[in-house]
């Protein structure tokens, strides 16, 4: 099925250790966004990616790395886990910047 | 900045009720606005939108209309169902900005 599809679906991480989500979409969509959903604070923009080889940070980076790595993928790596890390995260496209968003099914991560 | 205000949820209803949750946004200029759905375990979903003052946005007996005199975007049905379970979420997007910014969620739970 056409869309975006992320890995992994679930995950629990030591503090310290590293890890990379990944995200790819089929949808030739432009634009890619890494979000994270906390409860009561609903999706913060983490960072996000305009066009192939460009990336810029969010609302709250600190902690990530992003790599665009082609049109299709773009992944977010924690390279020092954190409890305060603790989220579901959500990768999304879209085919310009100011449209609808396509998302994920989401990564639920757990830091301990 | 620009900012998304919602009804704390979760809004309790028996079927058939009429529904209403209420987003009400701070924003320069004319932004477009925005509701997506999120079902249990899933990533969210584009269930409706308006681009200018005074537009109806529509989708599946969900509407919501952009007022831009009070700032507001409310969502709302005649008669849901207890397919319509799931976390509703208000969105706004500057023209010119890099991405959505989302409401905290109102969570609907709808009973038999």
């Known amino acids: 099925n056409a869309g975006v599809t992320q890995t992994p679906k679930f995950q629990v991480l030591k503090t310290g250790q590293s890890m990379t989500l990944q995200c790819a979409q089929d949808?030739?969509?432009?634009?890619m966004y890494w979000y994270r959903q906390d409860p009561g604070m609903g999706l913060r923009l983490i960072y996000y990616s305009a066009s192939e080889g460009t990336t810029d940070k969010g609302e709250v980076p600190n902690g990530y790395n992003v790599s665009r790595l082609n049109k299709r993928e773009f992944s977010l790596r924690l390279e020092s886990a954190a409890p305060s890390q603790t989220s579901v995260y959500f990768c999304?496209?879209?085919?310009?910047?100011?449209?609808?968003?396509?998302f994920g099914s989401g990564t639920q991560l757990s830091v301990l | 900045g620009d900012s998304v205000t919602q009804m704390e949820g979760p809004v309790t209803l028996s079927e058939e009720a009429f529904l209403t949750i209420n987003c009400t946004y701070t924003a320069t200029g004319y932004p477009s606005l925005f509701w997506y759905v999120q079902y249990p375990g899933e990533g969210l979903q584009l269930l409706l939108k308006a681009t200018k003052a005074d537009d109806k946005g529509s989708n599946k007996g969900f509407e919501a209309t952009y007022r831009k005199e009070t700032t507001s975007f409310h969502l709302e049905k005649g008669s849901v169902q207890v397919s319509d379970s799931a976390v509703y979420f208000c969105a706004l997007n500057q023209a010119g900005r890099r991405a959505l910014t989302f409401g905290s969620g109102t969570r609907l739970q709808v009973q038999p």
């Open positions: 999304a496209s879209g085919r310009q910047q100011d449209e609808k968003l396509l």
């Open positions: 949808m030739n969509h432009n634009s």
